[in-house]
């Protein structure tokens, strides 16, 4: 039978008919996508309610922005596409953002969203919520679809795995009624969305070559490794070469960072005198001074890169070995090409790193173990350490300024995909979207450590965190402003830019929801409190006061402000 509307049909045939509304529903449970994060409104509310009664777990925010992030680290976490649904114009437009980040980051995700009827749209008459979505989404994202008929969800549902794609749903769609037996077999199981991708034995045995000829090598881990879930491939490739590892923020606990060959701790001395860089899964983008300039030292430098999207290679610098594949194949392919008899990394090197590595966590100590009041960063931050220590399961979220920068250097990680933040764009907003879907997808407590600023992005969702119930414990670094809360304004009676209201209990914000408050003004406090947290599994905010003085412009990342050529001439 082809497609109709259900007052075509005759009553009795009803229950051989399905609609739009259930092949939506069909097609993700087909795929294994269980879960959607999103806000309700015309036209998809019913299509939520019915997800919903289909088993499927749908999880209301308060904006879709948040609904989008928690998407893209859900897709980030399992390997499959994170499944955000909107309404159309401006709910879109809030989850496109979170789209876009995710595919910058290389994390699968689906946006779908509801749309306004094509007809009035494309000649601008003015429909509810108008918006040529589909135009906008594609510039965004790697591919964006419209569907128009019933009996074409199966190959869109399927064509948009594995994401970043837009699914455009317009309401007419969701109504539109077919055979229920046409319906199944219209649908599409995805075999396999992301194959295996096999080096080629030549690239993998250029790029050993390269990193056994090398004096002070360097292995470079990324998100991309951590993606991968190839996590003990991973680690007896680092173990096999010896080499001192640097994990971007995201890869860390991919080894342990107290792992003996960790650099975490001795980055600058890496990137300025190693020889031979190995990138694995890890981009030469702004977070690693493109792989040029001053962090990089004057030495010469050969990079191999190891990535599975080609156009990753000679993106900055030369790579002299590119080896393209799935990270969890290259690594493979790289351990059984080594045989047994490798050469581990010159002691000269390994000894120097660990040095040096050994005397800044030891310059680091006593700071963390301070007891200011009002709290710094590190006497704070040192406190959570510990915390993670002794319960590395926690999934650390993490965004702000000093607030990021900081707890990225003292809270190490001890597994895989334990810590989860910004990412590449260095976004704020991320905060709340992470940390529900982190607990959702893996069922682990979460830790988000936020700077004041960056919460108020996602703030509200402290809502939605109670209301599911979840184990999240957010820690709000409350140092009253952006970077610092000192600024003044002499200008006229505004306060300046960059400070908030003194003395602001974000704490009360979980408490109106029925969440547990705490106001921590010293280490111990906070230390109570997070323990408390973790223990009892309760949606927990506890608003850290922390010196307004003690943060730095822009957290250490103060040197991409721009300057006047006129400023400094006349200075
Ligand atoms: C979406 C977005 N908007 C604005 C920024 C600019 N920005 C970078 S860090 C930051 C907030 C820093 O303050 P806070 O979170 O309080 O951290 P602190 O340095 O005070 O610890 C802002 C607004 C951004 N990175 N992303
Ligand atoms: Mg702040």
Known sequence: MPEGTAKNMAAGDAQDLTDGFHLII??????????????????????????????????????????????????????????????SAPGFLNGLTALAHATTNCFPM????????????????????????????????KAAYRVLHAQDIGIAVARAIPGGVYLDLPAKLFGQVMNAEAGRKSLVKVVDAAPAQIPAPSSVKRALDVLKSA????????????????????????????????????????????????????????????????????????LL????????????????????????MDSNVEIVAPVVGDIGSCV???????????????????????????????????????????????????????????????????????????????IDIYKPRKRLDVGTWGIMGIGMGQAIAATVETGHPVLAVEGDSAFGFSGMEVETICRYGLPVCVVVFNNNGIYRGTDVN?????????????????DKMMEAFGGVGVNATSPDDLRRAVNAALESRKPTLINAVIDPAAGSESGRI?????QSALKKKQA
Request: aromatic fraction near 6%; include cysteine.
């Open 26 to 87: 069909d097609a993700l449970k087909l795929n294994g996508l269980a879960t959607i994060y999103g806000v309700p409104g015309i036209p998809i509310t019913d299509f939520g309610r019915m997800a919903q009664a289909a088993g499927i777990r749908v999880l209301s925010f308060r904006h879709e922005q948040n609904a989008g992030y928690a998407a893209a680290i859900a897709g980030y976490l399992t390997k499959k596409p994170g499944i955000c649904l909107t309404v």
């Open 110 to 141: 689906i946006l779908m969203s509801g749309s306004s009827e094509r007809e009035i749209v494309d000649l601008q008459q003015g429909d509810y919520e108008e918006m040529d979505q589909l135009a906008i989404a594609k510039t965004m994202c």
């Open 215 to 286: 004096k002070r090598p360097l292995i470079v881990l990324g998100k991309g490794a951590a993606y991968a879930q190839a996590d003990d491939a991973i680690r007896a490739f680092v173990e096999r070469t010896g080499a001192p590892f640097l994990p971007m923020s995201m890869a860390k606990g991919l080894l342990p960072d107290t792992h003996p060959q960790c650099a975490g701790a001795a980055r600058s001395t890496v990137l300025k005198d190693s020889d031979v860089v190995m990138m694995i899964g890890a981009r030469l983008n702004w």
């Open 289 to 312: 001074s493109h792989g040029k300039g001053k962090n990089w030292g004057d030495a010469p430098k050969k990079f191999i890169q190891v990535d599975i999207e080609p156009k990753e």
């Open 332 to 410: 493979q392919a790289f351990l059984d090409a080594m045989g047994g008899k490798w050469a581990p990394s010159p002691a000269e090197w390994t000894n120097a790193v660990r040095a040096k590595r050994e005397e800044n966590v030891a310059k680091m100590a006593p700071r963390l173990m301070n007891n200011n009041i009002p709290m710094d960063y590190h006497g704070a931050l040192g406190v959570l350490r510990t915390i993670i220590q002794e319960r590395p399961d926690t999934i650390l979220v993490n965004e702000g300024a000093n607030t990021l920068d900081l707890a990225r250097g003292v």
């Open 490 to 506: 002499t200008a006229n009676a505004d306060p300046a830019t960059t400070v908030f209201v003194t003395g602001a209990r974000y």
């Open 558 to 562: 103060g040197n991409l402000n721009p």
